[in-house]
Structures are given as C-alpha cells and as structure tokens.
C-alpha cells in the first residue's frame, strides 16, 4: 500500500474508446463506505465566507444538493449495452495506463470505480492559501458510476465531490464552499484564484483526501493515451469527461458549453469538458444521480478513539515555499513559512491505516502537537 501524506498534528492517524455511455458516481476519499465532502481551504481568512464549509468540514446528509431547472431530459444516446459500456469504463482506465492502481468491478446496474485516491504525481507543492490539511490515502474508496446514464431534469450541484478521474482521484467543483449558485461565479470561492492549488489542480480536503477541483494537469501528463480522444474521467451521472477540446481534436468555439461545463455528445449522449477558465472541469450534473450512493471521505478519528484531527484555518495573506515530499523513513512532511517563520505538518505510518503526526502549524500558533490518527 502506499504511505499516505497528512499534515499537522501527530498522529495515527474505461478505454478511451468513445463507445459506450456510463454514468459515474463518485466522490471525496473516504472510509470504505461514507464520508464527508471537501474541508479544503477554499475560503481567504478575511472577509469571505468559512473556509471549506463544504461537506468534509460540515458533513452533510448525501441529499444536500441543489438543484436548478435547465437541463433537459432527454436521453442519454444508446452507447450500446452495459456489459459494453462497463467495458468501455474500464478501458478508459486501462488505456490511460491506471490498472495497476484502479480496479472496476461491474454489477448490472453500476461500475464500480475503486481506488485508494492517492496519485502517483507530485501534491500539494505551489499551495499558497494552504487549509493546513494534508494528503492520505483512502483505500478502498468505491465509486458506483451507472451503467445506463439518463439525462435528468434538471442540474444538480453537489458539495462534494461530482467525478472521478481516470486515476482514481476525486473530481470536485471550483469551490469548497458547500453547493454552487451554477449560474454565478463567485471569485471568493474559486480555490485556484485563491492560490488553495498545487499545481496539478488539486489539494487536500478536511478529510485530509487528495481530489482536484482544476484541470488534473499532472495526471494528464502521465497519460499513455493523452490527446483529445482520451478520457479523463467520469462524472457520477455516468458522462464521460474530456479535455480542452472536442475528442476530434476540433477547438471548442466559444459559448458552446453549458453552465455545467458540457454539451452532447453523439456517442455518449452528453460529455463534460476541461477549461482554461472557471469552471475548470465541471461545476453540476446534467444526468440522474443517488446521492446517497456517493462516497465521502470523513475526516481522520484519533487513535483508541474520541475525536479527531482538528481542522486547520487558511493563514491570512497565505504562505510561502509550502513543499510536500515523502522523505527515505517514510514519513510525510509538509513545510511552509508564514511572517518570517517556519512550519510544519509531519506524519508517519503506524500500520492499520494509522499515522503517528508532529505538527507546527499557524493554526495553533506555532505550538508543537502530537497525536496518533486512523483513516
């Protein structure tokens, strides 16, 4: 298994073939079962709402998304039978070079996406408006992507996660402010204007899960199959995502996309893309979803129980030089320097997906904290 990166405190803590429709379900790491939405830092420290108010910072029941009229319900085109579109689910995967690390299980109804969320690439390094949270594996996490996607009436945005991408790794809206007014752009809640992004487009959330809320720049650079054929994931209503332009290669003309960051597809009925600009990937689901399917990652408990890791606060203003590496004992170690100081969030794995954490950090002043946290 591989060591999970975490942050403050110590503790134990399919195919690019474009053949066939699938509707993903997905969302942040978790337990194996449930768990709670983002927890990032998606908030400035001054004058803007709580930072993270999103599901991993305040879990929320699974039916806590809003919705807005709009889309239509037309269905999703026929993209053949869902033994077929399974197929085409996982070899999405294979194709992009993830076997190894992302497994699909098929059952009549669903696609099961299992990974451990955690990516092969570089994390968290360029964060400036860091939530103090940081990056471990969620094994097991199981994400159900229907294998015969319908179009709903009407679009749904969810303060979680909203896909899953080729690697395993949850797909979020631009925010980490809990659900989208999708027909407004609020520049308070944009996690990569707010610098709460490494460079990959992703961070950690308050379930101290790694997920991406940006264009999954690293991921895509890894792929065997990169190129506007291939896809990049699935949204959990089943519709495949591609990337900054039409799968044949063509430029996305300006205002084709919908608010959700999509437009028909003749093969998959319906396919969501990357962008330059907000929203980035997809920002609400045009199809049918059951929320209360969705996987969340909850926040770490403390060790023999009681609470948990404490959440961490964007720092004022931001911070500086923040690295992640996983260093030869094995430990993980985030460091950042804020007003002239330095910081750290240090963890170690103690087996049984527990983490031993050391952690300086300004949330608690610069007090040292220890403490043993389990997934």
Do not use: K
């Not at 405190?9 to 942040?28: K, M, P, Q, S």
């Not at 300004?362 to 403490?371: L, N, P, R």
């Amino acid at each position: 298994m591989r060591s999970l990166p975490r942050g403050t405190y110590v503790g134990v803590v399919c195919f690019a073939l474009r053949g066939l429709a699938a509707v993903a379900t997905v969302a942040a790491c978790a337990s194996p079962s449930t768990s709670p939405g983002d927890g990032g830092v998606d908030a400035p420290a001054t004058d803007a709402p709580p930072p993270d108010a999103r599901a991993s910072d305040t879990p929320s029941a699974p039916d806590a998304a809003a919705t807005d009229t709009g889309s239509t319900d037309a269905p999703a085109a026929d993209a053949g039978s869902p033994g077929s579109r399974c197929d085409t689910i996982r070899g999405s995967i294979e194709a992009a070079g993830f076997a190894d690390v992302v497994t699909v299980n098929c059952d009549p109804t669903y696609a099961h996406v299992i990974s451990d969320t955690y990516p092969a690439h570089e994390l968290m390094n360029g964060i400036t408006g860091t939530n103090e949270q940081v990056p471990i594996v969620a094994p097991g996490h199981s994400v159900p992507i229907p294998l015969a996607p319908r179009r709903a009436a009407t679009r749904t945005s969810i303060d979680a996660a909203l896909a899953v991408a080729v690697n395993g790794v949850p797909i979020y809206d631009y925010s980490a402010m809990g659900t989208l007014d999708v027909n407004t752009y609020d520049p308070r809640q944009d996690t990569l204007a707010l610098g709460q992004l490494d460079h990959c487009g992703g961070h950690a959330g308050r379930g101290d899960d790694y997920h991406y809320h940006a264009t999954p720049t690293c991921m895509i650079a890894a792929m065997r199959n990169a190129g506007p054929s291939a896809i990049l994931g699935w949204a959990f209503d089943g519709f495949p995502i591609f990337g900054d332009r039409n799968p044949d290669g063509s430029a996305i003309t300006a205002g084709t996309l919908d608010v959700c960051n999509g437009q028909d597809d003749a093969t998959f009925g319906y396919r969501y893309h990357t962008s330059a600009t907000h929203p980035y990937v997809l920002q609400c689901l045009v199809g049918a979803v059951d929320q209360a399917m969705l996987p969340r990652v909850a926040p770490l408990s403390t060790m023999g129980g009681g609470g948990g890791r404490p959440p961490g606060m964007p720092p004022a203003g931001g911070v500086q030089n923040l690295t992640y590496a996983v260093l030869p004992s094995g430990t993980h170690a985030m460091t950042y320097d804020y007003m002239g100081h330095s910081y750290y969030i240090r963890y170690t794995p103690l087996g049984g997906n527990c983490y031993h954490f050391e952690t300086r950090t300004v949330t608690d002043h610069g007090a040292v904290q220890t403490g043993n946290y389990c997934r």
